[in-house]
């Protein structure tokens, strides 16, 4: 699992430092608008699947070790 975290969390700051990069040139109320409705929520949704994917990490360790 941590596999898919790291995965993850590097594609998700990749996607800010490009959003970054744009929105130097990408400034008017629809980029507003678009990260907003569109990059906001997905980083909600990412900080949610990334808590996910640390629980069941170590529920999977837990039972790992419970089976030895």
């Given at each position: 699992?941590?596999?898919s ?28 608008e ?26 999977l ?8």
């Amino acid at each position: 699992m941590s596999g898919s975290k790291g995965l993850l969390t590097l594609a998700t700051r990749h996607l800010q430092a490009r959003w970054g990069e744009t929105r130097f040139s990408w400034r008017d109320r629809k980029a507003q608008e678009f990260d907003e409705l569109y990059l906001s929520e997905l980083m909600v949704s990412v900080n949610s699947a990334l808590r996910v994917i640390e629980e069941l990490d170590h529920l999977l360790e837990k039972v790992h070790a419970d089976c030895d």
